[in-house]
């Protein structure tokens, strides 16, 4: 499958895209017409609001968040290009991480739903929720959900899905539990990173 000609890597919204008072609200269809198949043939999109992201990679909560008058508060978008599960076969996509702290999974709510609701649809959308460990044995029985749900796009074609869209949304005010692993993710990074300032240091005394 092509990939876009336009790679928008950056997490950064070009408000400069969007007319004033403009929201960012498109329809099931619209997602799948006017962005997914567009990215998926290298063509050009009408703004930057849907950016490249490997949602699945990290938990929801340490995803990009921008603040931004165009973005509904409780939701942000994303092209996820998706891996699949075994090594490279089947058609099973990848949702499971370790991550830096507990890690989880991304488990269907519902199966896939045909946009528009035909028989042959442009595309198909599923809901999926997060769930993180409960301890370290990691088992998935006694997972513990939380307030985050993927709703992911794709296009209707009998062929692997290699790029989706993806719109993450937080369905609640984030929990203490949730806060409190980002910022244990926060100091652990700037520990790392005065370590290495301090290493690099006593490198350039030696010299």
């Given amino acids: 499958m092509a990939s876009t000609s336009k790679s928008s890597t950056s997490s950064k919204y070009d408000y ?7 929201k960012f609200s498109p329809s099931d269809e619209q997602l799948l017409t006017h962005y997914l198949w567009r990215k ?7 703004s930057d609001a849907v950016v490249e992201m ?19 508060d409780d939701e942000r978008y ?3 290009r998706r891996e699949r599960l075994h090594d490279g076969k089947g058609n099973r ?27 042959n649809p442009v595309g198909y959308v599923k809901a999926l929720s997060f769930y993180t460990y409960k301890n370290e044995n990691r088992d998935r029985k006694d997972g513990i959900s939380t307030n985050w ?20 949304k937080n369905n609640n005010k984030v929990p203490d539990q949730e806060k409190k692993r980002k910022m244990i993710r ?17 490198t350039t005394m030696l010299e």
């Fill in 40 to 46: 998926t043939r290298g063509l050009q999109l009408d």
């Fill in 186 to 202: 926060l100091i652990k990074y700037d520990d790392e990173e005065e370590e290495k300032e301090k290493d690099e240091e006593e």
């Fill in 93 to 119: 996509p990848k949702r499971s991480l370790e991550g830096d702290i507990d890690g989880g999974w991304w488990k269907a709510s519902t199966g896939d739903k045909r946009i528009p609701d035909i028989e």
């Fill in 149 to 168: 749900t993927i709703y992911e796009y794709k296009l209707a074609t009998d062929t692997f899905q290699e790029w989706v869209l993806c719109k993450v």
């Fill in 54 to 72: 490997d949602v699945y990679s990290r938990e929801p909560w340490l995803l990009p968040w921008d603040e931004n008058s165009y973005m509904k």
């Fill in 16 to 22: 400069r895209s969007l007319a004033r008072g403009f």
């Fill in 78 to 80: 994303y092209f996820v």
